[in-house]
């Protein structure tokens, strides 16, 4: 059964990092496609970050570039998003996708507030 568990987030300051995770069951991550998305009050889910199973190929939103980082780490199973250089509008319900498996985490709550 695929599950992605989902940890991290929080509440930051403007300017601070936090670190999401995703640790995937049920498959194993690095053969797969991964993405972050994100969805704010009020406003449709967006697609954040995603990293190709081969690890070669990143896409980001135009929002979050030079800030965001996706990552995997293959032995643990997990993907990651780094988040640097927070801002107010980056306040949202963060969530992880498998798309080959159509799966989502549950979602974690990050709050950019001073």
């Known amino acids: 059964q695929v599950q992605l568990v989902q940890s991290g987030g929080g509440l930051v300051q403007p300017g601070g990092s936090l670190r999401l995770s995703c640790a995937a069951s049920?498959?194993?991550?690095?053969?797969?496609?991964m993405s972050w998305y994100r969805q704010a009050p009020g406003k449709e889910r967006e697609l954040v970050a995603s990293l190709t199973s081969t690890g070669a190929g990143t896409t980001y939103a135009d929002s979050v570039k030079g800030r965001f980082t996706i990552s995997r780490d293959n032995v643990k199973n997990t993907v990651y998003l780094q988040m640097n250089s927070l801002k107010p509008e980056d306040t949202a319900v963060y969530y992880c996708y498998a798309r080959w498996f159509g799966s989502w985490g549950r979602g974690t709550q990050v709050t950019v507030s001073s």
């Open positions: 049920g498959f194993t991550l690095s053969s797969y496609d």
